[in-house]
T-cell receptor
Framework: DAKTTQPNSMESNEEEPVHLPCNHS???????IHWYRQLPSQGPEYVIH???SNVNNRMASLAIAEDRKSSTLILHRATLRDAAVYYC???????????FGQGTELSVKP | NAGVTQTPKFQVLKTGQSMTLQCAQD?????MSWYRQDPGMGLRLIHY???????DQGEVPNGYNVSRSTTEDFPLRLLSAAPSQTSVYFC????????????FGSGTQLSVL
């Protein structure tokens, strides 16, 4: 299974943009890049996903490197409610399973 | 839609006891899965299913059994609980294709004494 590598923790100031990196150097051509986040004491929730092109939705943007070996989740204006653990996950021809790594714990300072 | 419903929310067991964690979804999702999350850790996949009658092992399947007799339900059975199984358990489901997002339940906090 292809693996992802993320920093253990990051800090941001409120109302500033946040760029959360993810490395996935062994990604295969059919792997989608998914991002989930987990707020304290809650189950994970979907944020965004993509294959090759950059993606935008109401929560965030996903920037995917041209060689697909890395990606960046962008929160355009961090709020205190964005403090969570963010997981970068690959899903491809693995029977559909999603394997979570350790994620990046994002703290947001007022 | 209720989404993904897990019961119970909390459970305390003694070592050696057995129990079943229930998971039900009303979204007609073919794919269902169970994860466990130990304190301060990420989620680890226990078992998953891509449809009724089909199950497969994840990263940490030992000590757990699953079955999928209907599309809606995916129970997780602990045959003989051990303290090492103290964890928060999450059930998740989605449509079959891997481009679809996972919907998670609210979790079951299990303590084994």
């Amino acid at each position: 299974d292809a693996k992802t590598t993320q920093p253990n923790s990051m800090e941001s100031n409120e109302e500033e943009p946040v760029h959360l990196p993810c490395n996935h150097s062994t990604i295969s051509g059919t792997d989608y890049i998914h991002w989930y986040r987990q707020l304290p004491s809650q189950g994970p929730e979907y944020v965004i996903h993509g294959l090759t092109s950059n993606v935008n939705n109401r929560m965030a943007s996903l920037a995917i490197a041209e060689d697909r070996k890395s990606s960046t989740l962008i929160l355009h204006r961090a709020t205190l409610r964005d403090a969570a653990v963010y997981y970068c996950i690959l899903s491809g021809n693995q029977g559909g399973k999603l394997i979570f790594g350790q994620g990046t714990e994002l703290s947001v300072k007022p | 839609n209720a989404g993904v419903t897990q019961t119970p929310k909390f459970q305390v067991l003694k070592t050696g006891q057995s129990m079943t964690l229930q998971c039900a979804q009303d979204m007609n999702h073919e794919y269902m899965s169970w994860y466990r999350q130990d304190p301060g850790m990420g989620l680890r996949l226990i078992h998953y299913s891509v449809g009724a009658g089909i199950t497969d092992q994840g990263e940490v399947p030992n000590g757990y059994n699953v079955s999928r007799s209907t599309t809606e339900d995916f129970p997780l059975r602990l045959l003989s609980a051990a303290p090492s199984q103290t964890s928060v358990y999450f059930c998740a489901s989605r449509y079959r294709v891997n481009t679809e997002k996972l919907f998670f339940g609210s979790g079951t906090q299990l303590s084994v004494l």
